[in-house]
Each structure stands twice: as C-alpha cells, then as structure tokens.
C-alpha cells in the first residue's frame, strides 16, 4: 500500500472479459451490453481525449480447458478460444461505428477479409488519428490468455494503465472471494506481489509478472457499473489498483 494518490490515464488498454460482453447469460452476446460497452468507450475517446485500446477476452464462447477436459488437442482447442475474441471484436467494432466512432480491428493471427493484421506502429498511428484500435486473437499463440495478450499490448503500444472489466458482480480485488467468504475485505490498491503471493485471483500469474516487470498499472474493476471507466481514467476511487 502507498499514500499516493491515483494516476489519471491518457492511453489505456482496456481488456474487457468475454463475459463481459455477454449480459447477464454470460455466453454469446448481448447487444444492449455491447452498446453500452461502446458508449464508455466512447465517452472516454471523444470527451476526455484518452487513447484507448482494447484487447477482447473470448470465454462468453469458449476456453482452451473447456476442450482440454473432453481429450481435445490443447493448441487446436486455443485456436478455436482465439477466434471467439475474433467474434467479439466484430462485434464491439459494430456497436462503436453504429454510434459514431471510428475504429480499425487489428487480429495477431492473419485474416486479412475482415481485420488488419497486428502491426505495433500502425496501431498507435490509430490511436494517435482518434481512432479506438481493437486487438483481437488475443497473442496468436496458444498456452496464453488475453489477460497476457492485453499486458503483452500495454506494453507494446507504451499506454499507461491496463484496465481489466469483469462482469462478476465483485468490484475489484478482495482478500477472498466476496460471494461466499462474509469476512471478506475489498483492497483498494494491492501491489504485484501481493497478488502473486497471495494468489489472488486476478489475472493471470503471467499477465501480473509481465505487467510488474513493465511496470504497467493494472486496474480490476466491475464493468455492470456504468460510469467507472471515465471515473478510472480520471484517478477516481473505483476498483482495485495493482502496482508497485
Ligand atoms: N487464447 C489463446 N491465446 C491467447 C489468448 C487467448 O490461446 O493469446 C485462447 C484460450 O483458449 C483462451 C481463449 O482464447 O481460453 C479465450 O480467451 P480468455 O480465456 O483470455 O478470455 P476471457 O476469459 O477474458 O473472456
């Protein structure tokens, strides 16, 4: 814990979960869910001046173990996982042009019909023309998560926070889980380490220990709260902060 007060963002990656993305079933997706998403995006883009990225999550369709637990190859089982973020990507694309906001969709793995290929310099050049710039694929690679994909982008792209929207009800990082531990207690700011050695169920471990090497600020918060990204962006008290 430190005393020092919350940065405020200019360029952020913003990961929300596929989940997320969902509404309230938590599979497939939710157009109401997906224009609400986009109008915050968007307020954050042409009201506040924030460059913003997102890295799509894709378990509102699948995830690798799912295939994994029935005896499937674990890479082609990833492969399937990735191209559900594809989907998603498609999808917030259209909510956020159906509401006036110009965007590019940039997939790690190659499908040149319908997304640009991931190239680092044309994406801030994106973001630098106003546009909201979509990664999708998360890395390309098997064995990874998007969590990784948005901390491996962070970096790449040089933002200045990752800001990761759940859709679990819970607001941020908690000593334990809230829904069913009563004595649970909610950080307000929690270093890497802590969420490593405490094993508290953020993100992935990778996606902390690169986000802690790059120094990239992590900030986990409930996305069913509407107006929590222009509060984050602004240094406001929402969610959980994770750094040093
Ligand atoms: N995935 C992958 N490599 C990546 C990112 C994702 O193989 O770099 C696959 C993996 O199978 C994962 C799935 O895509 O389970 C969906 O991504 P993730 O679980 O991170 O989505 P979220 O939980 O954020 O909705």
Redesign the pocket.
Known sequence: MTDNPRPSFKRIVFKP???ALAGDSGSGLDGATLDATAAEIINLRQNLGVDVAVVV????F????QGSLTGMDATQ??HI??L??VMNALALQDALERQGQETRVQSAIEMPRIAEAYIRRRAVRHLEKGRVVIFAA????????????AALRAAEIEADALIKGTHSGVDGIYSADPRTESNATKYDEVSYMEVMTKDLRVMDSTAIAFCRENGIPIIVFDMSKSGSLESIVQGGPEGTLVRE
């Open positions: 979960s596929g989940e999550g894709g378990g509102n699948w995830r690798g173990r089982s990833d996982g990735m559900g973020t998360g890395t390309g690679n098997p064995f990874f998560t998007t969590d990784t994909a």
